[in-house]
T-cell receptor, first 112, second 116 residues
Framework: QKEVEQNSGPLSVPEGAIASLNCTYS??????FFWYRQYSGKSPELIMS????GDKEDGRFTAQLNKASQYVSLLIRDSQPSDSATYLC????????????FGAGTILRVKS | GAVVSQHPSRVICKSGTSVKIECRSL??????MFWYRQFPKQSLMLMAT?????????EQGVEKDKFLINHASLTLSTLTVTSAHPEDSSFYIC????????????FGEGSRLTVL
C-alpha cells in the first residue's frame, strides 16, 4: 500500500495569517490529489482537488502540486478561527482500483 | 458538490445485535461507493469498496462476514454490522464517486455506532 504523509501538527497560526499545510506521497503514478477538511465528530468535506502541476486557487484556498517532488500543499489565506479543523490529504491512483489513500491529517488551530 | 446522505447518524445497540447503515447518492449515480471507519483521533481507514451489481471488495483485515455490504442500485449502498461487539463502536462513513467528476469523492455525514 502506497503512503501519504502529513505532519500531524497541531499547526497554530494567528487569525489573518497564512496557514501552510504540506503532504508528500510515495507513488509516482498518482494522478489526482485532494484536500479534505474534517471538523471534530463530522465527516470530511472536499476543499480542493488538483490534477496537474502548479497552483490552483479557489477563494482563500490555494492548492499546489509538484509531481516531480511528489509534494502537494494547501495554503489558506486570511485564516479564520472557523478554519480550525483537521485537514486530510488524499491521493488517487487508478492502478489501485481508483481508491483514495488518505494521510493521517494535520490539525490546524487558528487563534483569534 | 454532490450530495451523499447517510442514515442513521447515530445508533446505539446491544452487543450481539446487527445494525444496518444506509448510504445514498442524492443527485448523481454512483457505480462505486466506499465504506470507511474512523476511530477517535485517527484517520480514515478504508474497509471496503462497494460496486453496483457485484460483490464488494474488502480491504485486508476486514471481515466480510461481519461487515456485509450490498450495493443494489446506483444510488444506494448498505453496510450491515453483524453480531456487533463493543470493539465495533466507531464512526462509519460512506463515500461515493461522481461518475462525471472522476476522482472526486464525496462523503456522507457519517454514522456513529455505539455498541453496549
Amino acid at each position: 500500500q502506497k503512503e501519504v504523509e502529513q505532519n500531524s501538527g497541531p499547526l497554530s497560526v494567528p487569525e489573518g495569517a497564512i496557514a501552510s499545510l504540506n503532504c508528500t506521497y510515495s507513488d509516482r503514478g498518482s494522478q489526482s490529489f485532494f484536500w479534505y477538511r474534517q471538523y471534530s465528530g463530522k465527516s470530511p468535506e472536499l476543499i480542493m482537488s488538483i490534477y496537474s502541476n502548479g497552483d490552483k486557487e479557489d477563494g482563500r484556498f490555494t492548492a499546489q502540486l509538484n509531481k516531480a517532488s511528489q509534494y502537494v500543499s494547501l495554503l489558506i489565506r486570511d485564516s479564520q478561527p472557523s478554519d480550525s479543523a483537521t485537514y486530510l490529504c488524499a491521493v488517487n491512483n487508478r492502478e489501485y482500483g481508483n481508491k483514495l489513500v488518505f494521510g493521517a491529517g494535520t490539525i490546524l488551530r487558528v487563534k483569534s | 458538490g454532490a450530495v451523499v446522505s447517510q442514515h442513521p447518524s447515530r445508533v446505539i445497540c446491544k452487543s450481539g445485535t446487527s445494525v444496518k447503515i444506509e448510504c445514498r447518492s442524492l443527485d448523481f449515480q454512483a457505480t462505486t461507493m466506499f465504506w470507511y471507519r474512523q476511530f477517535p483521533k485517527q484517520s480514515l481507514m478504508l474497509m471496503a469498496t462497494s460496486n453496483e451489481g457485484s460483490k464488494a471488495t474488502y480491504e485486508q483485515g476486514v471481515e466480510k462476514d461481519k461487515f456485509l455490504i450490498n450495493h443494489a442500485s446506483l444510488t444506494l449502498s448498505t453496510l450491515t454490522v453483524t453480531s456487533a461487539h463493543p470493539e465495533d463502536s466507531s464512526f462509519y462513513i460512506c463515500s461515493a464517486r461522481d461518475r462525471i467528476h472522476t476522482g472526486e469523492l464525496f462523503f456522507g455525514e457519517g454514522s456513529r455506532l455505539t455498541v453496549l
